[in-house]
């Protein structure tokens, strides 16, 4: 059996066995080398696994996760959803659309699918519930909804793609990704608003309007964050780095100062949790780095983008099913491991195509978005299930609807990348040929 075939079956298999996602990588890797090069170049494990994170703008990802978590506990979602409910009112279908719009606006501060769904999640159920919602379709709404955290900035999962796509400007990426991130949202919408109206949910006398003037002062600090953040990025005031460390900054003095919602000892807990979460995320990057050396030194990566091209010469044909393998990719990895396994293949198809390599990564992660929420392991809606405590097969039937509809949104894009291009184009960042 020839090497690469040893590589990639060792690290299916392993996967199939339930071995962790970093693990797998790391076997893989191993097994590529002791194939198909010499077992001398076991030598090159501790430096590829350091190379692999020893790179700055990874500094941003653990800081974003503390960020979501803060922002998670703080308070924040439950002033955002009192502002929405302001401005929506009580009507067939309002808390649905409140339940998305504060769902876009939190991902503009967690960059965390999962993140933001816990945050809305523990606010909005109890409220839909008690206004005649299904809990199925509520849990499959809101985990839809949270998947956009990866389109709109700042998304963890656009920062990995930029340092494993080299030459890829991150603040170009952070912008291609808002307008594809608000369409997404916007296409749950009507899927939502039209159900509610249907089965007649949430009547519009059933709550009173909270005051208008006083949710919105309540909300003016969690509305500043992404303001903050993304107007930081744009003036050149400070790196996406950096931005990270002052939305940690701004959020602790937001918690702690402002809602009155977390104390010290809630810093330290936090703390804690975020190292955990960001410690996982390191350890699939860094054994992911031997993964990637073995299957490019192999040449692996390079028979696999062949046998992909060998499918067809279309470029259209080709980009239609490398969205339906990251799709089910989707539905079975995170959006880390993901980049982490196929960028690899994937770079040498968006060479010979010469896709727009900003326009190919929403691509990328509007794909992914739909996967967090597709079952059978769809990571946003197991987060919202528990919360609601139902079992995630009862919200297939719901959860299809809204696949099905920002599945249009994803074809929006791909038919035309302007929707993504124009704002990073306009901004003056470089965004290539499109």
């Given at each position: 059996?020839?090497?690469?075939?040893l590589?990639?079956?060792?690290?299916?298999?392993?996967?199939?066995?339930?071995?962790?996602?970093?693990?797998?990588?790391?076997?893989?890797?191993?097994?590529?080398?002791?194939?198909?090069?010499?077992?001398?170049?076991?030598?090159?494990?501790?430096?590829?696994?350091?190379?692999?994170?020893?790179?700055?703008?990874?500094?941003?990802?653990?800081l974003?996760i503390?960020?979501?978590?803060?922002?998670?506990?703080?308070?924040?979602?439950?002033?955002?959803?009192?502002?929405?409910?302001?401005?929506?009112?009580?009507?067939?279908?309002?808390?649905?659309?409140?339940?998305?719009?504060?769902?876009?606006?939190?991902?503009?501060?967690?960059?965390?699918?999962?993140?933001?769904?816990?945050?809305v999640?523990?606010?909005?159920?109890?409220?839909?519930?008690?206004?005649?919602?299904?809990?199925?379709?509520?849990?499959?709404?809101?985990?839809?909804?949270?998947?956009?955290?990866?389109?709109?900035?700042?998304?963890?999962?656009?920062?990995?793609?930029?340092?494993?796509?080299?030459?890829?400007?991150?603040?170009a990426?952070?912008?291609?990704g808002?307008?594809?991130?608000?369409?997404?949202?916007?296409?749950?919408?009507?899927?939502?608003?039209?159900?509610?109206?249907?089965?007649?949910?949430?009547?519009p006398?059933?709550?009173?309007?909270?005051?208008?003037?006083?949710?919105?002062?309540?909300?003016?600090?969690?509305?500043?964050?992404?303001?903050?953040?993304?107007?930081?990025?744009?003036?050149?005031?400070?790196?996406?780095?950096?931005?990270?460390?002052?939305?940690?900054?701004?959020?602790?003095?937001?918690?702690?100062?402002?809602?009155?919602?977390?104390?010290?000892?809630?810093?330290?807990?936090?703390?804690?949790?975020a190292?955990?979460?960001?410690?996982?995320?390191?350890?699939?990057?860094?054994?992911?780095?031997?993964?990637?050396?073995?299957?490019?030194?192999?040449?692996?990566?390079?028979?696999?983008?062949?046998?992909?091209?060998?499918?067809?010469?279309?470029?259209?044909?080709?980009?239609?099913?490398?969205?339906?393998?990251v799709?089910?990719?989707?539905?079975?990895?995170?959006?880390?491991?993901?980049?982490?396994?196929?960028?690899?293949?994937?770079?040498?198809?968006?060479?010979?195509?010469?896709?727009?390599?900003?326009?190919?990564?929403?691509?990328?992660?509007?794909?992914?978005?739909?996967?967090?929420?597709?079952?059978?392991?769809?990571?946003?809606?197991?987060?919202?299930t528990?919360?609601?405590?139902?079992?995630?097969?009862?919200?297939?039937?719901?959860?299809?609807?809204?696949?099905?509809?920002?599945?249009?949104?994803?074809?929006?894009?791909?038919?035309?990348?302007?929707?993504?291009?124009?704002?990073?184009?306009?901004?003056?960042?470089?965004?290539?040929?499109?």
């Amino acid at each position: 059996m020839s090497p690469d075939l040893l590589m990639i079956g060792s690290f299916l298999l392993a996967l199939l066995l339930g071995v962790p996602v970093a693990f797998s990588l790391g076997l893989g890797g191993v097994v590529g080398i002791l194939s198909g090069l010499s077992p001398d170049m076991l030598a090159t494990l501790g430096t590829n696994t350091y190379n692999s994170v020893a790179k700055y703008p990874l500094i941003a990802i653990p800081l974003f996760i503390l960020t979501g978590l803060i922002f998670e506990r703080a308070g924040v979602a439950a002033s955002l959803v009192r502002f929405a409910q302001a401005l929506i009112g009580p009507r067939h279908g309002g808390l649905a659309v409140v339940a998305i719009l504060v769902c876009l606006i939190m991902g503009g501060m967690s960059g965390s699918g999962p993140a933001d769904a816990a945050a809305v999640a523990m606010v909005m159920l109890p409220s839909m519930r008690k206004a005649g919602y299904p809990q199925p379709f509520s849990a499959a709404l809101i985990a839809a909804s949270s998947s956009t955290a990866i389109l709109i900035p700042p998304s963890i999962a656009l920062i990995l793609y930029s340092i494993v796509v080299p030459g890829v400007d991150l603040r170009a990426l952070f912008a291609a990704g808002l307008f594809p991130g608000i369409l997404a949202g916007m296409s749950l919408l009507v899927p939502a608003w039209l159900l509610s109206r249907h089965y007649g949910w949430e009547s519009p006398d059933a709550s009173e309007r909270p005051p208008l003037l006083q949710s919105f002062r309540e909300a003016i600090p969690a509305l500043f964050a992404p303001v903050l953040i993304l107007g930081g990025l744009r003036s050149g005031l400070f790196t996406p780095t950096e931005a990270a460390v002052v939305a940690v900054t701004y959020g602790v003095i937001v918690g702690v100062v402002v809602y009155r919602k977390l104390g010290w000892r809630d810093i330290a807990s936090l703390l804690n949790d975020a190292a955990v979460t960001s410690g996982i995320v390191m350890l699939i990057i860094a054994l992911a780095g031997i993964f990637a050396w073995a299957g490019t030194t192999l040449g692996t990566f390079r028979h696999l983008a062949d046998a992909l091209l060998s499918l067809s010469d279309n470029g259209w044909v080709l980009l239609g099913l490398v969205m339906v393998l990251v799709l089910i990719a989707g539905m079975l990895l995170d959006a880390i491991s993901i980049y982490l396994i196929l960028i690899p293949i994937l770079l040498p198809l968006m060479q010979h195509f010469q896709w727009n390599p900003v326009w190919f990564g929403i691509l990328l992660a509007m794909n992914i978005a739909i996967g967090q929420f597709t079952p059978p392991v769809a990571v946003n809606l197991m987060v919202t299930t528990r919360i609601a405590n139902i079992r995630l097969e009862q919200t297939l039937g719901w959860a299809l609807v809204f696949i099905a509809a920002m599945s249009v949104s994803l074809l929006l894009v791909m038919l035309i990348p302007g929707i993504a291009l124009w704002l990073p184009d306009k901004l003056g960042y470089v965004v290539g040929d499109w």
